[in-house]
């Protein structure tokens, strides 16, 4: 049975995706009446598909994790694409879940929407406070204004709560490795993972590695994704949901090399993008609302290994 303060339906959009497939894994899902559509089965693009879907299935709970997602290298490729499809996305998504009375809907947006330089905790009220990261700013602008979007709903909406989160980066099960699009942790754990097995000396790290960057484990993120619904009326409409720390590239890298066992050495691409120099959230708002991950760094990365190794058979 979902745990009490679940309204169920739940439809959870990008549930084939690292946030949708971790969602499905929390335990106080599990036999909760979850709606998961694949693309296949309805592409989010198409307004009309999407409100027909929501007419007929009427779900009460809206987590809205779908998204065209990738690292620094994919953003820089397709600013166009990104801006276009999460904006399509949200709005698609959002408006209809509103037009079909849903009490609750949550929507993920991105650290990335933050202004860039900044060197202290990302808070909430920094928001459009000044210029974004060039190399993610399509898919920081989709963010905002989906965002914004959602809260604009909420204040004209009697029957539909609409809240936002504002998760850091992520990695962990059900991640992309794919070297074109992915992340950097997975990167670096496809990477690794690749010089253990050819004897390779050196692995290659983009930038100088002195950025940083807050990566919080997709499990655990999914576990604060259920805590949010659980308790919502107490939610801020805004909230950030990360570690409140980081980690700079290079530290990265060697806590991956120490939890697999590669003995090697690294050398720095200078050549390659390394965008914001760091992004790391305040977590005041997540605090008060007495949530904590349950893994740190290390233990995350072996269970992500795991999986890694798993899915490459
Ligand atoms: N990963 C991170 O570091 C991170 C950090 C902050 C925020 N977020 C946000 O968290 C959410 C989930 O991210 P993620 O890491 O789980 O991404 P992901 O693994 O790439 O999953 C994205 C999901 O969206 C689906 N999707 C994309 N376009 C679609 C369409 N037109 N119709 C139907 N489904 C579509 C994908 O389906 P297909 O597999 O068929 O493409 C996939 O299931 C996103 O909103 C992302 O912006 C992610
Ligand atoms: C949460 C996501 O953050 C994303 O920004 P962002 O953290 O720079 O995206 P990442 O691709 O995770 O890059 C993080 C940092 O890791 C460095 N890096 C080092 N080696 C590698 C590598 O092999 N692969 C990758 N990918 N990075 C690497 C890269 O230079 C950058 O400073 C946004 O582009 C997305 O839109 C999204 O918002």
Request: glycine share 8%.
């Amino acid at each position: 049975m979902a745990a009490s303060g679940l309204l169920e339906p739940i439809l959870v959009t990008g549930g084939t995706g690292m946030v949708g497939q971790n969602l499905r894994e929390h335990p106080a899902l599990s036999g909760a009446r979850l709606l998961m559509p694949g693309r296949a089965e309805l592409d989010l693009r198409d307004a009309a598909a999407v409100r027909a879907y929501m007419q007929l299935h009427r779900p009460a709970t809206v987590i809205h994790a779908a998204g065209k997602v990738g690292g620094i290298q994919a953003n820089m490729r397709d600013p166009a694409g990104f801006l276009i499809e999460n904006l399509d996305l949200g709005r698609n998504v959002i408006t209809a879940a509103v037009e079909a009375g849903a009490s609750v809907v949550l929507n993920l947006a991105s650290s990335c929407i933050y202004p860039r330089d900044r060197t202290t905790l990302l808070r909430e009220e920094d928001l459009l406070t000044g210029p974004l990261e060039p190399t993610n700013e399509g898919y920081a602008l989709a963010k905002i204004a989906v965002l914004k979007l959602a809260a604009y709903l909420d204040a004209a909406s009697e029957a539909t709560s609409l809240k936002s989160v504002i998760p850091c980066n992520l990695f962990g099960r059900h991640d992309n490795f794919k070297p074109a699009s992915s992340h950097l942790l997975p990167a670096i754990i496809q990477k690794v993972h690749g010089a253990i097995q050819t004897g390779a000396e050196s692995v290659e790290i983009w930038g100088d590695g002195t950025a940083r960057r807050e990566f919080l484990f997709a499990t655990d993120f999914a576990d604060a994704v259920v805590h949010c619904l659980q308790n919502f009326d107490a939610m801020p409409d805004l909230m950030n949901i990360g570690l409140g720390f980081d980690y700079s590239i290079n530290e990265y890298y060697q806590t991956v090399a120490d939890v697999l066992g590669y003995a090697g050495g690294f050398h720095h691409d200078l050549d390659r993008p390394v965008g914001m120099a760091r992004k790391v959230v305040d977590v005041s708002r997540l605090d008060a609302m007495g949530w904590k991950p349950r893994h740190d760094l290390k233990q995350a990365v072996g269970l992500t290994y795991e999986f890694f190794l798993r899915s490459a058979v």
